[in-house]
């Protein structure tokens, strides 16, 4: 693609591959990813099981995403493995590409299930495929635009970089103009009889679903680029540092990545609570420990809540329950961190009386 071009000319990218894409870095953001991608397989889940949504390919569309998830967790567990993080860091970042962008189609599937559930006119399914359309284009255009910047040395040290935007005020504006012509066309033709709140639900689902497809859209080419740099240039291979490092690393106080401490949440807390000796767990290490917290609760809830209306108990409802759950798994786990935050803290002013 580059073969002309030296390493210097990817320079400020180098920055990038040793911090938010550091193979301990990134797996906050594929947790991430992990988690809304579950929300939205349960959200499909419920809402396929709706009177109202009546069309077969709603089997098929659960098939595929019960496949997809099962793999994406497996490799995401995989890569919190330091070892593997490591080890494979170039197939680590194809598969945060290919994650980054499965994300960023996903909301769509909410959208088309929650206007189906609700009733409301088919030809609204043609405006969001048409939003999906227009992310496309505006990848696209990233991709082309990113490659553009890199033969004018925008990546070299001191140079503008992939962010700088004053000079591409047509680029900058085509998501917005999708936008409108999307929101505009269903306006002009949706019906004055529709419920009104159901119709703001489901735009504002829409809304999210185009917004996050679209500022993934943007940001997409850094990790390509980051991809091609690491199979390239050995340099943007980050090595593993060994425990006689990494024992020297602590006596200079500085930090470990954050995979250090993503399988370990109870060592966070305690690390938090001054329990453990050594270095500190950063604050964004506590807050993944609740995430994954929130996740736990929210499926525990999820699958009694399914339980239940497979006997017949409960009336399953979409929207509702799911947020209910999400807010409710969150809270639990706010408050279950909180009591062993209190609790190692309580055994720390212990042992330092005695």
């Known amino acids: 693609m580059f073969r002309d ?3 210097d000319s990817f320079e400020q990218l180098k920055d990038v591959a040793y911090d938010r894409t550091h193979p301990g870095n990134i797996i906050v953001f594929l947790w991430g990813a992990l988690v809304i991608s579950s929300v939205i397989f349960a959200f499909t889940f419920l809402g396929s099981g709706s009177d109202n949504v009546s069309s077969p390919i709603w089997e098929d569309v659960l098939t595929v ?6 793999i994406q967790f497996i490799c995401t567990l995989l890569f919190s493995l330091p070892k593997i993080a490591y080890s494979f860091q170039r197939i680590q970042i194809l598969f945060v590409c290919i994650v980054s962008l499965k994300v960023s189609l996903e909301f769509y599937l909410g959208f088309f299930l929650l206007r189906a559930d609700r009733n409301l006119p088919e030809n609204m399914d043609q405006w969001g495929l048409f939003a999906i359309l227009g992310g496309i284009v505006i990848l696209v255009l990233s991709i082309i635009r990113a490659l553009a910047r890199v033969r004018k040395g925008h990546f070299t040290l001191g140079g503008k970089g992939l962010y700088h935007f004053q000079q591409s005020k047509g680029y900058v504006s085509l998501p917005i103009i999708f936008t409108a012509s999307v929101f505009g066309g269903i306006f002009g033709r949706i019906h004055f009889e ?12 829409l809304l999210l679903a185009i917004v996050i497809q679209y500022i993934i859209a943007m940001v997409w080419p850094e990790f390509l680029l980051i991809s091609y740099c690491k199979f390239r240039f050995s340099s943007f291979i980050v090595q593993e540092e060994s425990k006689s490092h990494r024992g020297h690393r602590k006596k200079k106080k500085e930090t470990e990545p954050l995979s250090f401490w993503v399988l370990k949440p109870i060592s966070v807390i305690k690390s938090r609570a001054g329990l453990l000796r050594g270095e500190k767990a950063p604050f964004t290490a506590l807050v993944i420990v609740w995430i994954q917290g929130s996740t736990v609760f929210f499926l525990i809830l999820l ?3 399914l339980r239940n209306a497979a006997r017949g108990v409960i009336e399953v409802t979409l929207v509702e329950d799911m947020i209910s759950y999400l807010v409710v798994g969150s809270v639990f786990s706010f408050i279950t961190v909180l009591i062993l935050r209190i609790f190692f803290t309580f055994v720390t002013k212990m042992k330092a009386i005695r």
């Open 194 to 205: 529709t419920a009104t709140g159901q119709l703001f639900e489901v735009l504002m689902f």
């Open 65 to 70: 995403s019960r496949i997809l998830l099962i």
């Open 5 to 7: 071009l030296k390493e």
């Open 303 to 305: 699958l009694l809540y």
